[in-house]
């Protein structure tokens, strides 16, 4: 079984940044493709990055690309999220997922999800 506990979110001005973290629980870690993926309210849930077994591939959103960086440290079991130039757009409730497919975009090809943590970007 594989846990995971996303940390790290909060209320932050337009133009700032956030760091999110993603503790995975489990020896085969290293093993799982993770993604980050956000929900707005009244929204559905959107794909925002992923990266390789390794940390030497990622992927993002085009919404994303070039304000988020997505990377992992396989030895301390996270995955990080480095969200810069923040938008009110970017609130939302954020959530990492472990899977077996590299480059999935859809929250049905992963397998395990944390909870969640709150971003909230005011003007």
């Known amino acids: 079984q594989v846990q995971l506990v996303e940390s790290g979110g909060g209320l932050v001005q337009a133009g700032g940044s956030l760091r999110l973290s993603c503790a995975v629980s489990g020896r085969t870690f290293s093993s799982y493709v993770v993604g980050w993926f956000r929900q707005a309210p009244g929204k559905e849930r959107e794909f925002v990055a992923g990266i390789s077994r390794y940390g030497g591939s990622t992927y993002y959103a085009d919404s994303v690309q070039g304000r988020f960086t997505i990377s992992r440290d396989n030895a301390k079991n996270t995955v990080y999220l480095q969200m810069n130039s923040l938008k009110p757009e970017d609130t939302a409730v954020y959530y990492c997922?472990?899977?077996?497919?590299?480059?999935?975009?859809?929250?049905?090809?992963?397998?395990?999800w944390g909870q969640g943590t709150q971003v909230t970007v005011s003007s």
């Open positions: 997922a472990a899977g077996n497919v590299y480059g999935a975009r859809r929250a049905v090809q992963y397998d395990y």
